[in-house]
């Protein structure tokens, strides 16, 4: 397939998915290589934002989704406000900020952190999709780990956890705890092999 070709089935993937595409998955698609998509996926941005379209093709983590431009946030926020789900409360984003610096991690990790039942939060997070499941710590009972999505990079405007700002500096009480959560994991996996 010639590179015009290329470029324009890519963003006709990316159009219809309405959602983040990974990469691996577009090559399958498009029946090409890894630098080649990422080659036209980078060119696709840099014409968008050079012409100042009303659409930016966005990488996030290992996959690539078309999204409206930044700078008319406001005429589509106005136009479907409709649509806006609530903004998320307070102890919504506790949650999610210990989940997103410290995942993966189980809902009472979360508790404990945060010194109070999380498990509403918790839900209400699942259910927008900003966290999800990312398997299960091998104890016993099992418990669910969570993990951030990539709607939640989406939502917050970054293009992976590595942008995320720096945490102040723990407490002593924090470190402590920590500390004795990495000594215990590091028990439990030591007893595992």
């Keep these: ?13 990316l159009f219809a998915a309405g959602e983040p595409v990974p990469v691996e998955r577009l090559c399958l698609g498009l029946d090409s290589d890894r630098p080649t998509i990422d080659a036209v996926a980078q060119k696709l941005m840099d014409q968008y934002k050079y012409e ?4 930016r093709l966005v990488r996030l983590d290992a996959s690539y989704q078309l999204c409206s431009a930044p700078e008319y946030a406001d005429h589509v926020r106005k136009t479907l406000e409709s649509r806006r789900p609530p ?5 919504a984003l506790e949650v999610l900020a210990v989940i997103a610096y410290f995942q993966p991690v189980t ?24 966290i999800e499941e ?25 293009t992976s956890l590595e942008e995320l ?25 030591e007893e595992e092999t």
């Design 52 to 55: 100042r379209r009303g659409i």
């Design 107 to 130: 809902r009472a990790y979360v508790d404990q952190v945060r010194g109070v039942d999380s498990s509403y939060t918790v839900g209400l997070l699942l259910e927008r999709e900003l």
């Design 165 to 189: 700002p720096a945490l102040p500096e723990l407490p002593k009480e924090g470190e402590q705890m920590t500390l004795k959560l990495e000594q215990a994991a590091a028990a439990l996996q």
């Design 1 to 13: 397939m010639e590179l015009k070709e290329l470029e324009r089935s890519l963003e006709a993937v």
């Design 87 to 91: 903004k998320l409360s307070p102890p």
């Design 134 to 158: 990312g398997g299960r710590l091998p104890v016993p009972g099992r418990p669910i780990l969570y993990k951030t999505t990539k709607n939640f990079l989406r939502c917050f405007g970054l």
